[in-house]
C-alpha cells in the first residue's frame, strides 16, 4: 500500500526566510511519481512539480526547489526568500506508474503561514 | 483548451437530500478521477472511471455513494440522503486515454459540499 507522510502540521516564518516542507512516502513499486500541489485559501489546487522515480536530479524553480532522495523515501520542497504568498497548505502525493490508475495518495498536508 | 470544469462550484444540501456534483474533463481526456478533501484533512480518492466504465471504486463509501461518466456528458458524483459528514470540498481530475507515461492528472476547482 502506498503512504505520504507529511509530519509538519503547520509551520509559520517570517517573510523572507527559507523553509522547507517536508515529504516522505512508502512504496511497493518501483516506478512511481511524486507531486507537490499547493492549495491556497481561494481552495483550488495548484500543480507545482512532478517527478518519476528515475529521475533523482533535485530541481529549482524560481525560488523553489525539491530535493529527490530515493535512500531515504524523501521528497522535499523548499522554499528560498519566502514571501506572502507562499501561504498556502502544501500537499505532497504519490501515484503509481501511468498504466491505467495513476490515483494519487496525499498526505496530510502542511498549511505555511508567512508572516509580514 | 478548456481546464476541468466543475459545477457547481458551491451546493448546499439539508440531510436526507441529494447531491449531484458534475465534472466535464478536458477535451481528448477519457480518465476521470474524483476525490474528497474533508475540513482540516488531504484529499482522498474515492473512484476512477473511464468512459461508461468504472475502473476503481476502492475509495467511495459503501452506501449512498455512486459515480458514473456516461458516453455523452460529463462525469457525475451522486451522494444520496446526504448527511452532515458529507460536507467536504470534492474534486475531480481528468488524464488522457491510454498509457499515461506523465501522469499527468489535471484538477478542477473542485465543488464544496455543505450539509445542513
Known amino acids: 500500500a502506498q503512504k505520504v507522510t507529511q509530519a509538519q502540521t503547520e509551520i509559520s516564518v517570517v517573510e523572507k526566510e527559507d523553509v522547507t516542507l517536508d515529504c516522505v512516502y512508502e512504496t511497493r513499486d518501483t516506478t512511481y511519481y511524486l507531486f507537490w500541489y499547493k492549495q491556497p485559501p481561494s481552495g483550488e489546487l495548484v500543480f507545482l512539480i512532478r517527478?518519476?522515480?528515475?529521475?533523482?536530479q533535485n530541481e529549482i524553480s524560481g525560488r523553489y526547489s525539491w530535493n529527490f532522495q530515493k535512500s531515504t523515501s524523501s521528497f522535499n520542497f523548499t522554499i528560498t526568500a519566502s514571501q506572502v504568498v507562499d501561504s498556502a497548505v502544501y500537499f505532497c502525493a504519490l501515484s503509481e506508474a501511468g498504466f491505467g490508475n495513476e490515483k494519487l495518495t496525499f498526505g496530510t498536508g502542511t498549511r505555511l503561514t508567512i508572516i509580514p | 483548451n478548456a481546464g476541468v470544469m466543475q459545477n457547481p462550484r458551491h451546493l448546499v444540501r439539508r440531510r436526507g437530500q441529494e447531491a449531484r456534483l458534475r465534472c466535464s474533463p478536458m477535451k481528448g481526456h477519457s480518465h476521470v478521477y474524483w476525490y474528497r478533501q474533508l475540513p482540516e484533512e488531504g484529499l482522498k480518492f474515492m473512484v476512477y472511471l473511464q468512459k461508461e466504465n468504472i475502473i476503481d471504486e476502492s475509495g467511495m463509501p459503501k452506501e449512498r455513494f455512486s459515480a458514473e461518466f456516461p458516453k455523452e456528458g460529463p462525469s457525475i458524483l451522486r451522494i444520496q440522503q446526504v448527511v452532515r459528514g458529507d460536507s467536504a470540498a470534492y474534486f475531480c481530475?481528468?488524464?488522457?486515454?491510454?498509457?499515461?507515461?506523465?501522469?499527468?492528472?489535471?484538477f478542477g476547482p473542485g465543488t464544496r459540499l455543505t450539509v445542513l
Open positions: 481530475a481528468s488524464s488522457p486515454a491510454g498509457r499515461n507515461f506523465d501522469n499527468e492528472q489535471f
Open positions: 517527478r518519476n522515480s528515475f529521475d533523482e
